[in-house]
């Protein structure tokens, strides 16, 4: 069974740091492209980072980019977001996402439950 | 990054009622379109990928069409567990970027 546990959610004060974590299982981990995807209360789904499967290759939403680094330790299955700079506008649930990449089809199967982030004073 | 938009971004029916939400990319991006369903509390579920293919385990009552840069998410007969927010999802370049939503609530 496939499972993306994330963790490491909480509240922060403006300008401070947060450090998001998942736990991977159940899949190629080291294979997969993975994504941070989160959601505003009430809001849509919005891409925030992706990472390539070796590490190597990452990219971020402009409202992240500078703030925000993506990175992941395939030894332990394990993807990670290190949250600076944050803003109010931040807050929002983070989901951990896994893409399939396979046979020219591209699309995210596997989304972990989210973890909240709160930026406030 | 190409932009996704969506309409309507609600919509009130019935059950048994057939619904189309359709989703129009900023350019062309071949088939390369994606659909899920998010309900209240829960994450986002993979429906539809390629514009055409239903995810294992998604009921047939489900498809999905493309007309160049516009693509369909249809319910032949609305469900009552259908009722949640369906949003789309480029994924011909990165970022895979996601439509703004649509809501399906009850009439």
């Known amino acids: 069974e496939v499972q993306l546990v994330e963790f490491g959610g909480g509240l922060a004060q403006p300008g401070g740091s947060l450090r998001l974590s998942c736990a991977a299982s159940?899949?190629?981990?080291?294979?997969?492209?993975m994504h941070w995807v989160r959601q505003a209360p009430g809001k849509g789904l919005v891409w925030v980072a992706q990472?390539?499967?070796?590490?190597?290759?990452?990219n971020y939403a402009d409202s992240v980019e500078g703030r925000f680094t993506i990175s992941r330790d395939n030894t332990k299955n394990t993807l990670h977001l290190q949250m600076d700079s944050l803003r109010a506008e931040d807050t929002a649930l983070y989901y951990c996402?896994?893409?399939?990449?396979?046979?020219?089809?591209?699309?995210?199967?596997?989304w972990g439950q989210g973890t909240l982030v709160t930026v406030s004073s | 990054d190409i932009q996704m938009t969506q309409s309507p971004s609600s919509l009130s029916a019935s059950v048994g009622d057939r619904v189309t939400i359709t989703c129009r990319a900023s350019?062309?991006?071949?088939?390369?379109l994606n659909w899920y369903q998010q309900k209240p509390g829960k994450a986002p579920r993979l429906l539809i990928y390629?514009?055409?293919k239903l995810q294992s385990g998604v009921p047939s009552r489900f498809s999905g069409s493309e007309s160049g840069t516009d693509f369909t998410l249809t319910i032949s007969s609305l469900q009552p567990e259908d009722f949640a927010t369906y949003y789309c999802q480029q994924s011909y370049s990165r970022p895979r970027t996601f439509g703004p939503g649509t809501k399906v609530d009850i009439k």
């Open positions: 350019q062309s991006i071949s088939t390369y």
């Open positions: 990472i390539s499967p070796d590490g190597t290759d990452t």
């Open positions: 390629a514009t055409f």
């Open positions: 159940g899949l190629t981990f080291s294979e997969d492209w």
């Open positions: 996402v896994r893409e399939v990449t396979a046979m020219r089809t591209y699309y995210f199967d596997y």
